[in-house]
T-cell receptor, first 113, second 111 residues
Framework: GAGVSQSPSNKVTEKGKDVELRCDPI?????LYWYRQSLGQGLEFLIY????????KSGLPSDRFSAERTGGSVSTLTIQRTQQEDSAVYLC???????????FGSGTRLTVV | DQQVKQNSPSLSVQEGRISILNCDYT??????FLWYKKYPAEGPTFLIS?????DKNEDGRFTVFLNKSAKHLSLHIVPSQPGDSAVYFC??????????FGKGITLSVRP
């Protein structure tokens, strides 16, 4: 596709359930990023994949969060035992070079009830 | 620890006037700066960027100024249009290619 695709666009889940969020980056983009935006907050870095290098997981807020990127393309962000504070918009971005800017998807709005 | 700060949460300007959006950073290792624009229910879109070797970059109605000694950058929009109403994020990066974002500023352009 022409852009970064994220699914689902909206997700409501019960506290304690696991959720998986998917990101399809732009074809050929070697870098993939996950950010989240909580209400009234900026974009918080979560994890960064670059080619075949080990991912930068320094932004993951707890061990309930994990992400993988299969075949250097599609990425899945998994949140286990969701909590209400996990409610946010989760944004995925890809890039070929940071000087070209990231291209963001439209995000997944996660609501934990 | 906010390394990129956008201290004003909102700005309202009249159509046709100049909008000036400010951003401060604390990390001296940042060498590339970007502005993103975000409409509701959409992802942020890249607007304009500037390298630390420059002090100004212009693209149409948008100009970004960088003052390295003050660790300050600003985005000027002239003339402002109602369609410019959105949230604007300042972002910075260094050698690790990871963008650090500010909290954003909501710009409202009044017709």
């Amino acid at each position: 596709g022409a852009g970064v695709s994220q699914s689902p666009s909206n997700k409501v889940t019960e506290k304690g359930k696991d959720v998986e969020l998917r990101c399809d980056p732009i074809s050929g983009h070697t870098a993939l990023y996950w950010y989240r935006q909580s209400l009234g907050q900026g974009l918080e870095f979560l994890i960064y994949f670059q080619g075949n290098s080990a991912p930068d997981k320094s932004g993951l807020p707890s061990d309930r969060f994990s992400a993988e990127r299969t075949g250097g393309s599609v990425s899945t962000l998994t949140i286990q035992r969701t909590q209400q504070e996990d409610s946010a918009v989760y944004l995925c971005a890809s890039s070929s070079s940071v000087t070209n800017g990231y291209t963001f998807g439209s995000g997944t709005r996660l609501t934990v009830v | 620890d906010q390394q990129v700060k956008q201290n004003s949460p909102s700005l309202s300007v009249q159509e046709g006037r100049i909008s000036i959006l400010n951003c401060d950073y604390t990390n001296s290792m940042f060498d590339y700066f970007l502005w993103y624009k975000k409409y509701p229910a959409e992802g942020p879109t890249f607007l304009i960027s500037i390298s630390s070797i420059k002090d100004k970059n212009e693209d149409g109605r948008f100009t970004v100024f960088l003052n390295k000694s003050a660790k300050h950058l600003s985005l000027h929009i002239v003339p402002s249009q109602p369609g410019d109403s959105a949230v604007y994020f300042c972002a910075a990066t260094g050698a690790n290619s990871k963008l650090t974002f500010g909290k954003g500023i909501t710009l409202s352009v009044r017709p």
